[in-house]
């Protein structure tokens, strides 16, 4: 299984600015992703994160919004942009495993006042 | 489309007892079935996973066997303990898209 960690864990941010976050894995990957989980809620898939191409969003995301790196196999960032309070969420990458299952960093913990 | 239903929480059960958070899916095909954990202030931990009809995934004392006939994937433990107390997620991965679809997430509190 894939260790992955996330920085930060936790922001309070204010509203208009805007926060990246970084996702390293501890071995080479062929997909990260990047997922969205509300206070008491289930996990929402953000968008697919493959090395050299660009990301791949769901419906109701936008690259402007969440815009996401991909430089090599074993690193992505995503930038929630110009943030509301809305956005306070807890933001999880994952890592594909070899047996369609994932792998999940500890999360991203923000706070937009 | 694909789509995973499992059992409303909150969940509360006193130490030593059954578990089973019921889990059902929808799916084209033969998706593989995972269990995930979240304990408090975590993130995500995948406690078992299976990926053929009639296969059995375990893992600290938790079960959960692929039902096709049914589209279930029940999770099950013998004997809870206070350190079970967590947010399960049941999940399925459609091989040709690479995602993985979770459901709602129950939420487990163990009582000593």
């Known amino acids: 299984s894939a260790v992955i960690s996330q920085k930060p864990s936790r922001d309070i941010c204010q509203r208009g600015t805007s926060l990246t976050i970084q996702c390293q894995v501890d071995?080479?990957?062929?997909?990260m992703f990047w997922y969205r989980q509300q206070p008491g809620q289930s996990l929402t898939l953000i968008a697919t994160?493959?090395?050299?191409?660009?990301?791949?969003?769901e419906s109701g995301f936008v690259i402007d919004k969440f815009p996401i790196s991909r430089p090599n196999l074993t690193f992505s960032t995503l930038t929630v942009s110009n943030m509301s309070p809305e956005d306070s969420s807890i933001y999880l990458c994952?890592?594909?495993?070899?047996?369609?299952?994932?792998?999940f960093g500890p999360g991203t913990r923000l706070t937009v006042l | 489309g694909n789509s995973v239903t499992q059992m409303e929480g909150p969940v509360t059960l006193s130490e030593e007892a059954f578990l089973t958070i019921n889990c059902t899916y929808t799916?084209?095909?033969?998706?593989?079935l995972f269990w995930y954990v979240q304990y408090p202030g975590e993130g995500l931990q995948l406690l078992l996973k299976?990926?053929?009809?009639?296969d059995k995934g375990s893992n600290k004392g938790f079960e959960a066997t692929y039902r096709k006939e049914t589209t279930s994937f029940h999770l099950e433990k013998g004997s809870v303990q206070v350190s079970d107390s967590a947010v399960y997620f049941c999940?399925?991965?459609?091989?040709?898209?690479?995602?993985?679809?979770f459901g709602s997430g129950t939420r487990l509190s163990i009582r000593p």
């Open positions: 994952s890592a594909s495993g070899r047996g369609n299952e994932q792998f």
């Open positions: 071995s080479q990957v062929t997909m």
């Open positions: 994160a493959n090395q050299g191409s660009e990301a791949t969003y």
């Open positions: 799916a084209t095909g033969y998706p593989s």
């Open positions: 299976a990926t053929k009809a009639d």
């Open positions: 999940a399925l991965s459609d091989s040709s898209a690479s995602k993985i679809i």
